[in-house]
């Protein structure tokens, strides 16, 4: 992955200044680019570049040497443009001007667009530096790199900003010695990352995947305890919660009955561990928003593994994940009737196969099957069918709806090849009915 500096350099006779980066300064530079440049690419390799995007005017002005004039006398400063000052960094890095229109009109904005990332090559990792784009360039930027991050699979790793007005008026500024024109730089990064956090939760509440979540969560964790050598609680915490989070999608995403009840409480756990922990990276006051959403949607699970199965269910149908619905949907019932007879869901001993003859009994009762006809299992463990079968005498709409659950089930699981295969649309207009039945039926 090759690092790639950006910038937009504008048309203003810029002045000395001390740019100041927490405890870093550049001293006595006219342009912000080169103290960004400084701060982040001295250590870049031949592969890594620096560009500067400029209009045919400052690249006149600022890009070459000796571009502005004296307002009062006319004369040309001597001063060296921005192409010298980076000529003058000690790096290994290659460095490209790019020319770009003012962007006065939709189809220059879209040239600049094309111009932008064209520039970006596969895998980049981008510093971003903002300060002197103008009119809508910011706004486009910010398009284009998240657009590159999809179609180049580039990573913002900077934005930066430096905040000359916070010194001033511009005229007040060029009156203060040099030693006072401290200007702070500003890094928006979180900004960007607050953006794929806000992405990662849609799509984990849209289609309840998880992975965007947890890859953010364990890159921010690493990057922030590396900083703090191991010290930010709320990374640990938020990893945490990531781990959970993944996990609990992967159950539900493979169907895991048997993990789902735990699975959940433990990431409503994590979620109330994030909600409570201090707030020392300002990224975490806007994230604990998105992960609010994220708690709605775990909010249902109580950790009654039989509720739970329902809400799996219901999980999924929301989240579009059918097959899935449908499966656990009709294991939840097996669970819940081997429950009621007082036999345990999670007994799977040869000897007491207690969810094989909760099934056998459902084609027995709906059948009017005779003893003789019965299977070894359900012969063998006559008294066992006994209870099912007086269960199913109260409970006639589920069995019923079990039993139509395994054709569609069936249907899905074979891939539709069959002589009486159903429609995609058929899968997804019958399951909220389904489901509606079993949640009136069943009260825990």
């Known amino acids: 992955m090759a690092k790639l500096y950006l910038s937009f350099l504008g048309t203003n006779d810029y002045i000395p200044c001390i740019y100041k980066h927490h405890d870093i300064k550049t001293e006595n530079v006219r342009f912000v680019q080169e103290a960004t440049i400084r701060l982040n690419c001295t250590d870049w390799s031949e592969n890594d570049r620096v ?188 990893r945490k919660m990531a781990e959970n989070l993944e996990k609990f999608t992967k159950s539900l995403a493979t169907c895991r009955g048997r993990d789902m009840a735990d699975v959940a409480l433990r990431l409503k756990q994590s979620l109330e561990d994030c909600r409570a922990v201090k707030l020392d990276n300002p990224l975490n006051i806007p994230l604990k928003s998105i992960l609010g959403k994220i708690e709605d949607q775990i909010e249902p699970f109580s950790g009654h593994f039989i509720m739970d199965g329902i809400k799996a269910s219901r999980w999924c149908l929301e989240h579009n994940l059918i097959q899935q619905s449908y499966t656990i949907l009709q294991e939840t019932l097996i669970t819940y009737f081997v429950f009621s007879i007082g036999k345990n869901p999670e007994d799977y001993s040869s000897k007491n196969r207690y969810r094989t003859l909760a099934n056998q009994a459902v084609s027995i009762f709906l059948n009017k099957l005779s003893v003789e006809k019965w299977k070894k299992d359900a012969f063998e463990n006559q008294p066992v069918i006994e209870k099912f079968i007086n269960f199913y005498k109260t ?20 891939a539709g090849y069959s002589d009486s295969a159903r429609s995609a649309e058929k899968f997804r207009k019958e399951l909220p009915g389904f489901l509606k039945t079993v949640e009136t039926e069943i009260k825990l």
């Open 51 to 238: 560009i500067i995007f400029t209009t045919p005017l400052s690249y006149n002005l600022n890009w070459k040497d000796n571009g502005q004039t004296d307002k009062k006398s006319g004369k040309k400063i001597l001063q060296p443009g921005l192409e010298t000052c980076i000529k003058n960094i000690k790096a290994d890095f290659s460095y490209q001007q790019i020319m770009i229109p003012n962007g006065t009109n939709e189809k220059e904005i879209w040239e600049i667009f094309l111009k932008l990332f064209d520039s970006i090559h596969e895998e980049d990792e981008i510093i971003f530096d903002i300060t002197h784009a103008f009119r809508s360039i910011p706004l486009l930027a910010i398009v284009v790199l998240n657009y590159a991050k999809i179609m180049k699979n580039a990573a913002l790793s900077g934005i930066y900003y430096g905040a000359l007005e916070s010194l001033g008026n511009i005229n007040d500024v060029k009156k203060m010695p040099l030693e006072k024109r401290v200007v702070p730089v500003l890094d928006l990064t979180a900004f960007d990352q607050l953006m794929e956090w806000s992405l990662a939760a849609d799509r984990f509440i849209g289609a309840g995947d998880a992975s965007h979540v947890s890859a953010l969560a364990e890159h921010s964790a690493r990057t922030r305890l590396s900083r703090t050598k191991g010290r930010d609680r709320s990374q640990h915490t938020i």
């Open 395 to 414: 409970k006639k709409i589920l069995v019923k709806l079990y039993h139509n659950l395994t054709g569609f089930r069936n249907d899905l699981n074979h």
